[in-house]
């Protein structure tokens, strides 16, 4: 249960007394697991369009305490949030807004009970989070991930971490109403230390590649604006790549996804689209899929100032082509681009707020973070919060 923790963040080697002070009992049956937050660090907006992204598993971690129960009562409970949420293991669970982060467990339990899989009791649940919610690294993705994981674990499903990313996926489309794509819940299950991994959304074929940055880290900038995936305008973004797939392929294309493209098949075709939103949708996707090709290239050839180069591009095609910033996300990145230190930065995860992140050596970190925290204040009139971080391991028991 390694983890190298900043000042407020929760101590994981807390939860199981944090779990008897809250439920009782002794420590002989309670069981810890521990998922990640993410990072994409190229590759946005197109694991929807069958487009290759290239995230990693940082180590900050969400953790799931559980125990089973004697009866068929369910409790949910958080070491960062009050209140109870309670259930019982035979309901037909359905999305309830009131229900809150209960909505992400319930959804795991729906999809579980859906594939036939069967609990012989219900169980009492602890969690506590050094993700930050709603910060574009993935809290929802860690959340539905560690509790599918721990609760397979519990009761014996032996799912395996493929089928938890697809579980995670599934409650998403089916319970939550949010059209997400595989790739958050794919690397929070899958991801490694010192790896991030290459993933083609549309066949799931995948392969590990080196994160070796040297003397470079990567910085999370949380513009601290709550930004809700379901309520942002993730799905009519979805919905404008499909429409201008549509017209693709009536147009002759024989494509399945708009990532199957080159930017130079791209040029031939896109005269056939003559919508000016749409075009630029379609062109985010296509040029974007490209720069992940060429980061990890750069990455294997230990060319860190072309990964930086990319990165800045990456954030211009989210700002100008695909709109997905704002001045929260442009202002973070473009200040950090200026910086002494910093090779690169753009926005990760849906966008409309959430984080971005930055490559900075190491030795410039602190002077990095002050010199971007002023400038954002100064422009946005409140704090963004920051940390350094390090590749991290995908769902595991503790």
Avoid at 350 to 367: P, Q, R, T
């Amino acid at each position: 249960m390694a983890n190298s923790l900043t000042k407020n963040e929760y101590n994981p080697t807390d939860l199981k007394a944090d779990f008897i002070k809250t439920y009782g009992g002794t420590e002989k049956d309670i069981r810890i697991f521990s998922s990640p937050a993410r990072i994409n660090i190229i590759g946005e907006h197109i694991d929807y369009n069958g487009g290759k992204v290239f995230p990693a598993a940082i180590n900050r971690y969400l953790y799931v305490a559980i125990r089973k129960r004697p009866d068929t009562k369910i409790c949910y409970k958080s070491v960062q949030f009050e209140g109870t949420h309670l259930f019982d293991i035979n309901d037909n669970f359905t999305f309830r807004k009131e229900d809150d982060y209960a909505n992400y467990l319930n959804g795991i339990l729906s999809q579980l009970k859906a594939k036939g899989y069967r609990f012989n009791c219900g169980f009492e649940v602890l969690m506590a989070s050094n993700v930050p919610a709603g910060g574009g690294i993935s809290s929802s993705s860690a959340l539905e991930c560690g509790f599918a994981y721990a609760v397979s674990e519990t009761f014996g499903f032996n799912l395996d971490r493929i089928e938890i990313a697809k579980l995670g996926q599934m409650s998403e489309h089916n319970f939550m109403g949010v059209n997400c794509g595989i790739m958050d819940q794919f690397i929070i299950s899958m991801g490694k230390e010192k790896k991030a991994i290459l993933l083609d959304c549309n066949t799931l074929e995948y392969q590990y590649a080196p994160l070796e940055l040297g003397d470079y880290r990567f910085v999370v900038m949380n513009t601290n604006k709550i930004r809700r995936l379901a309520d942002s305008k993730y799905n009519e973004r979805r919905e404008q790549c499909e429409e201008a797939l549509k017209i693709l392929q009536d147009n002759g294309t024989k494509i399945d996804a708009l990532c199957q493209l080159t930017p130079a098949e791209w040029e031939e075709k896109k005269g056939c689209i003559k919508d000016e939103t749409l075009l630029k949708r379609a062109k985010h996707c296509i040029y974007e899929n490209q720069r992940v090709l060429d980061a990890v290239e750069a990455l294997k050839a230990g060319d860190l100032a072309k990964l930086g180069k990319l990165l800045n591009e990456s954030h211009k095609s989210l700002d100008e082509d695909y709109e997905v910033t704002g001045i929260e996300l442009n202002t973070l990145a473009g200040a950090a681009q200026k910086q002494e230190g910093c090779l690169g930065a753009r926005m990760t995860g849906a966008g409309f707020g959430g984080c971005a992140i930055a490559l900075v050596h190491k030795d410039k970190v602190d002077s990095f973070i002050e010199n971007v925290q002023k400038e954002y204040t100064r422009t946005i009139g409140y704090n963004a919060g920051f940390f350094s971080c390090e590749s991290g391991n995908g769902v595991t028991t503790c």
